[in-house]
């Protein structure tokens, strides 16, 4: 247990919080129907969890260098219990959101204690080992989502995708509290809450201004305001980690073009890979007529790769740089996006298999060197603000893919179905149009809208991939600094205490 006890209870955490990003897509159908929620609704279902945790990441973490991360932790993730349970009791879509929040922001708590629980639980070798076990629990974790949620809601409801929350949480409080050992930061840190705020508002009012755009258009005054408040509150971010003694968000540390780089693939990866899935899973169940599980299942060549990719990876390509397997892997997400954009009127579920395929493949290389490639690009006094930094930008970008897509979808299907019908039929409304719409023109529109938002997918994939190719070089500059950062040693047997040959 002093063995495995602190990687198999950061894990349990890790999975279950990741877990929650991607395990509503497949429910949104049966959540529209349940509480007569809309397209906006449905978005700001998953982007409320989403926004919460990337907001808010990097200030919890600042608190728990304070307060004690196995605390926070715990603490967040009786939070995320509690919050988990109004998901679940909601009765319509804006208690549902407000309860999304605020599991997001207990997962904010779980989630920026992770690196620095396993930092100090192991060392050398053995840390690297943990890296690459929790960085493959992650990307499975978010790939596996929708093949969860499809099975509770097909079975007992899609409210239990949340009630199956509460006994994880209760076994990974239990759990953290007796293996996992207590550790803070430096001492006299602060929390930087003029930073914490100032991010979160910029964040929220981006992704905000993004769904807007797609219900109102991008000239339109509420999304104009709303972007200008995003471009303000970037400023005055800016401004306040220029100030601070202690930032969320050194900003000098993306002078160093291979952090960025790593940053930049944080964000491409997460809205590549993850972002156009609420929409395909649409597509599936209300234009196709699948059922949760069968629409999930076809989500498997993405999981399922990713998954065999990870494990398999991490043994034969140990030693090679990160620069480059998270630079294919996001070349290979991206080719799977523009993959995907072949769909038609008469097109079934078998036209996603080669693209959601590629892509797991991607997912498979990215996931596990994302986390040990951001802890290599700083100094080690740095390593705790990467890690937050990395995850941060990960949730931001799937947020911002999931407004984004949808934004590109419905701008697509209104040239054919007009402005009120392409909200309809994209929030899960395609039943209630046949009365006045054809099935061949749902369809068509529909396959149209995701064509585009896969290509718009593919194409932020290629970037940030070729960004990270370009920009990821050498890991650390500064004299002394350990070399290039590399992809994670295989999971094997994992040492507590020193380090291992």
Known sequence: MRTWGPLTAVCLGTFMLLL???????????????????????????????????????GVGAAADVLGRRRLNVAGTGLFALASLGCGLA???????????????????????????????????????????????????????????????????WRWIFFVNLPVSVAAMWLTRRVVPESKGRAGRRVDWAGTV???????????????????????????????????????????ERRVAHPLLDLKLLRMPAFT??????????????????????????????????????MLPLAATSFVVAAIGGRLLHGVPARLTIGVGLLL???GGVALAVLDAGSSWGALVPGLTLAGVGTGLV????GGAALA????????????????????????????????????????????????????????????????????AFASGLNAAAVVAGVVG??????????????????????????????????AGRPQP
């Open 377 to 444: 690009a700083v100094p080690p006094a740095n390593s705790g603000m990467a890690g937050g930094a990395v995850n941060t930008f990960r949730q931001l970008g799937y947020a911002l893919g999931v407004a984004v897509f949808g934004t590109v979808l419905t701008s697509r299907m209104q040239d054919t179905l007009g402005h009120d019908a392409a909200h309809t039929v994209a929030g899960g409304g395609a039943a209630a149009m046949r009365g006045t719409l054809s099935d061949h023109a749902v369809r068509a």
């Open 91 to 157: 009765t319509n879509a804006e208690v549902l959101v407000a309860a999304r929040a605020l599991q997001g922001l207990g997962a904010a708590a779980m989630f920026a204690t992770t690196l620095p629980l396993l930092g100090a639980a192991y060392q050398g070798r053995d840390r690297s080992v943990a890296l690459g076990v929790w960085g493959a629990v992650s990307g499975a974790a978010a790939a596996m989502g929708p093949i969860v949620g499809g099975l509770l809601t097909e079975g007992p409801g």
């Open 462 to 495: 290629l970037a940030a991939g070729a960004a990270v190719l370009v920009m990821v070089r050498s890991a650390r500059t500064a004299p002394g600094d350990a070399p290039e950062a590399t992809v994670p040693a295989p999971a094997g047997q994992i040492h």
């Open 367 to 370: 996931s596990p060197a994302l």
């Open 198 to 240: 100032t991010f979160a508002l910029f964040a929220g009012a981006l992704t905000y201004g993004v769904v807007r755009a797609g219900s109102e258009g991008w000239t339109s005054a509420p999304t104009v305001v709303t972007l200008a408040v995003a471009v303000l509150a970037l400023a005055a971010f800016v401004a306040a």
């Open 20 to 58: 929650d990003v991607t395990i509503v897509v497949v429910a949104l159908p049966d959540m529209a129907r349940a509480l007569d929620a809309s397209l906006s609704d449905l978005q700001w279902v998953i982007d409320g969890y989403a926004l919460a945790l990337a907001a808010l990441l990097l």
């Open 261 to 298: 780089g790593v940053l930049v693939g944080a964000v491409g990866y997460n809205a590549a890979a993850f972002g156009l899935m609420p929409y395909l899973s649409i597509w599936l169940q209300t234009v196709l007529g699948m059922s949760p599980v069968s629409g999930s299942l076809v």
């Open 333 to 335: 997400i991206g080719a």
